[in-house]
């Protein structure tokens, strides 16, 4: 093993039982920034098989807990870059209804500033998330047999490999299925008699143009999340440029005068360095919010988050150990082999 990789490793394994005082103290992040999707006591069905969301006490506990270690800033703040000490950085993806109903007034009440990265196709209810659109069809497959559920879909060749040769539960279909698969959402979903636009009017599961002024009048702010969020390292580079361009011009007018902000959606992984490039050079955005690896190289304007509501279901305490030990690994990486 080289010099370099005995480093990361040592820096790697000492990250890995440190504890937080001891992790902020080595990385000495100027912001910590934990990433939400939705609050809520009712899980709605768009999400119920994604993810664990945070209930309102647990949310309410969090952020108390994130108050007494760190102080909250602004996305006009963070974009200045004039402040001093830890702070916290607060934003939501997706732009979900609960932003509104609930992470508002909780946030307003803490006196918590927030931002919200929103994708220009789900404004006003126009579409569905794709992956909104599976956890909707898992849903409908909890209340079926398997066996009925393949003799609905039995006709798609997609389904019929996979689920009628025993490789995969319905479910676990759904939710392997691509931005690129977004099709046979749609055909499955017609086979299975769910109508989406029908969702879509009677659950009004995403923010509407008259809520997102009124976050505007309360003091947030707001960001593009790309128009209909797919993984960006399975798109060209003239795909992800667009998609985030036209994603800040559908929102412009309840960004201006504040600054353009993109928060990737999915992860930041995989993504070449030109696309960051490429942003700031024709002035697309002037800050990028990044999850998981980042190609290029640390510049202001580049702000890692960390994802709250993972698999795992992390408690915050836990969550941010565990994004501060990989800004760990990544310290003792560079500071000790100049890179």
């Known amino acids: 093993m080289s010099w370099t990789g005995r480093i990361r490793k040592l820096g790697g394994s000492v990250a890995g039982?440190?504890?937080?005082?001891?992790?902020?103290?080595?990385?000495?992040?100027?912001?910590?920034?934990?990433?939400?999707?939705?609050?809520?006591?009712?899980?709605p069905v768009h999400v119920k098989h994604l993810f664990a969301n945070r209930n309102i006490p647990a949310f309410r506990s969090e952020l108390d807990r994130l108050l007494r270690r760190y102080t909250p800033i602004s996305l006009q703040e963070l974009k200045a870059g004039h402040f001093s000490g830890r702070r916290l950085f607060l934003s939501f993806d997706d732009g979900l209804r609960e932003i509104h109903d609930i992470v508002a007034p909780i946030c307003l009440a803490k006196g918590i500033p927030a931002t919200f990265f929103v994708n220009s196709a789900f404004l006003d209810n126009r579409e569905l998330f794709f992956r909104h659109k599976a956890s909707i069809l898992c849903e409908a497959c909890q209340?079926?047999?398997?066996?009925?559920?393949?003799?609905?879909?039995?006709?798609?060749?997609?389904v019929r490999k996979r689920i009628g040769s025993g490789e995969v539960e319905p479910k676990s279909f759904f939710l392997s299925l691509r931005f690129s698969d977004r099709g046979v959402l749609d055909e499955c979903a017609s086979r299975l008699?769910?109508?989406?636009?029908?969702?879509?009017?009677?659950?009004?599961?995403?923010?509407?143009?008259d809520q997102l002024n009124k976050l505007i009048l309360q003091g947030f702010s707001v960001g593009a999340h790309s128009v209909d969020h797919p993984l960006y390292s399975e798109l060209p580079l003239d795909e992800q440029l667009r998609q985030t361009r036209q994603c800040l011009l559908d929102l412009s007018s309840y960004i201006q005068p504040g600054p353009k902000s993109f928060a990737f959606p999915f992860v930041s992984d995989g993504v070449s360095p030109e696309f960051f490039e490429r942003v700031f050079q024709e002035d697309i955005a002037d800050l990028i919010f990044c999850i998981g690896g980042i190609a290029a190289q640390p510049r202001a304007g580049i702000i890692r988050r960390f994802p709250v509501e993972d698999p795992k279901n992390l408690a915050i305490h836990d969550a941010l150990k565990k994004h501060l030990r990989s800004a760990a690994r990544l310290h003792f990486g560079s500071a000790w082999t100049g890179n």
């Open 17 to 43: 039982w440190l504890p937080l005082p001891a992790l902020e103290l080595l990385c000495d992040p100027p912001v910590v920034a934990p990433c939400y999707h939705v609050v809520t006591d009712r899980t």
């Open 193 to 209: 008699g769910i109508d989406f636009r029908e969702y879509l009017k009677n659950e009004q599961p995403y923010l509407t143009s």
């Open 143 to 158: 209340a079926r047999e398997s066996g009925s559920v393949l003799a609905a879909l039995g006709e798609l060749e997609t």
